[in-house]
């Protein structure tokens, strides 16, 4: 899938018309503004896999205007079908419009921002594939992938508290990660282990923001019975977010 601007293509093909109309009514053929045209059209869309083709079409119909030999009679057919070969191309396509409300989810890079980037980058790529699938109305794929960039704080996480009892090298579940946290906070301070207490605040904060997570979760998303809706998956878009710029600037992978 590849993205264009619908607006260019409205002003290409209305500025087109335009031309032609004015050569119908008028018998005049404005060939400097239909070159300006066709090269905005070049320009824009030649870049595009589907219609690269229509861009060398275009470039076809530029090389004809250049040539003051040719009359309007015989540019008006060429033109005519410059237009015939677009229309066909654009009906046989499907265009996606996303709401304007998640424009910024489908094209900002790095949406988490703060220090994600720096301590999680192989976490980089998943995060923005969650706010494509938002945008895109795929909110179970959002899910998806949050819990791949959630996988990859937690590992950190899990190395932070040195305990046999969590092995970071196994992906573990925010659960478990939970349950270490309780524990230690139901110790009297002198029994807490040295780990906790190096960093008490950010841990506590840290368990606040995964409950967090962990309440917006309804199910594992790995049951395949499971689906998300547009508010869920926001929420849990959200509240995964708020956890990694939480640990991001204390911990990495």
């Known amino acids: 899938m590849e993205e264009f ?6 002003y290409c093909f209305g500025e087109f018309d335009d031309v032609m109309q004015d050569c119908l009514v008028k018998g005049a053929f404005d060939r400097e503004r239909m070159d300006k045209v066709l090269k905005d059209f070049h320009s824009d869309f030649a870049r595009h896999r589907d219609i690269s083709d229509l861009a060398s079409h275009a ?3 530029m090389s004809a205007l250049n040539h003051k030999s040719n009359t309007k009679e015989a540019l008006w057919p060429l033109c005519r079908e410059f237009r015939r070969a677009v229309y066909h191309r654009l009906i046989s396509m499907k265009f996606f419009a996303i709401e304007s409300r998640h424009n910024e989810y489908f094209s900002k890079k790095n949406p988490f921002g703060g220090d ?10 998943d995060i923005e594939e969650a706010g494509k699938c938002l945008a895109l109305d795929r909110y179970t794929a959002c899910v998806f992938h949050l819990m791949r ?16 009892t969590v092995d970071p090298e196994r992906n573990p579940s925010w659960e478990r ?5 309780r524990c230690e906070m139901n110790k009297d301070k002198k029994d807490r282990s040295p780990e906790w207490l190096a960093d008490e605040e950010f841990l506590v904060e840290a368990a606040a923001h995964l409950q967090t997570v962990k309440n917006a ?8 019975q ?9 929420e849990i878009f959200q509240s995964v977010k708020a956890f990694m710029k939480h640990v991001a600037p204390r911990l990495e992978e």
């Open 5 to 10: 601007s619908t607006s260019n293509l409205i």
């Open 59 to 61: 470039m076809r119909l």
């Open 116 to 125: 994600v980037p720096r301590s999680f980058p192989s976490a980089i790529y």
């Open 149 to 164: 960039v959630l996988e990859i704080a937690l590992r950190a996480l899990a190395k932070k508290l040195n305990d046999e």
């Open 177 to 181: 990660i939970l349950n270490r946290i």
């Open 217 to 224: 979760w309804r199910n594992p998303t790995v049951h395949p």
């Open 226 to 234: 499971n689906s998300y809706t547009v508010d869920e998956a926001g």
